[in-house]
């Protein structure tokens, strides 16, 4: 499925702008790569926020009609200011209001490099260097950045690699109530 009809603004990176995106990247790159002691990554993950998957893990993106890279996280919707808790407990390792694609970031390590990385947050609640349990409350749901719609994106980095975060948490389905149409 693809998206039209996205400001340039949005969509093509102007060369003024490609300096930037390479020291945010350094940036995300460098708070993913810690290799902590915390045994936090042995805790049963939760999700993050509670709603309707809306983008999954590689789907492939289409922007004004050019393909682009897999999608590498998964998306919640929910309303603008939900709650965004820890999955699991961890070190802030970049909290970053104003990125170029995503704007609100958050990365958490859970220690041995198993890190979640949270985009396009309304608010950040946290602060580098902060130990969060796991559903503690860090930052709020937004739009900001790259995006067509309110939601999270949640994503998860193991060493350099990606992993798909649904592979830690129960089915979303067994989170939502159904509506009652009685």
Do not use: C
Not at 97 to 116: A, P, R, V
Request: charged residues 20%; aromatic residues 6%.
């Amino acid at each position: 499925m693809g998206i039209d009809g996205l400001p340039r603004q949005k969509f093509h990176q102007e060369n003024q702008s490609i300096g930037r995106i390479r020291k945010e990247s350094a940036q995300a790159a460098q708070a993913r790569k810690r290799d902590g002691e915390r045994p936090d990554y042995l805790e049963t993950f939760i999700w993050p926020t509670i709603g309707p998957i809306s983008g999954v893990y590689s789907s492939q993106r289409i922007l004004n009609s050019q393909a682009l890279r897999p999608h590498f996280g998964v998306d919640v919707a929910a309303p603008a200011g939900s709650n965004v808790v820890a999955p699991a407990s961890g070190l802030i390792t970049l909290p970053h209001q104003d990125m170029f694609f995503s704007e609100g970031t958050i990365i958490l390590d859970h220690g041995h490099e198993l890190s979640s990385t949270f985009l396009h947050l309304s608010q950040l609640l946290i602060n580098k260097g902060d130990v969060v349990k796991q559903g503690d409350l860090i930052s709020q749901v937004g739009a900001t950045g790259r995006v067509t719609g309110v939601h999270l994106d949640w994503r998860m980095n193991v060493f350099k690699r990606r992993v798909d975060p649904q592979l830690l948490v129960s089915p979303m389905e067994s989170l939502i109530k159904p509506i009652n149409k009685n």
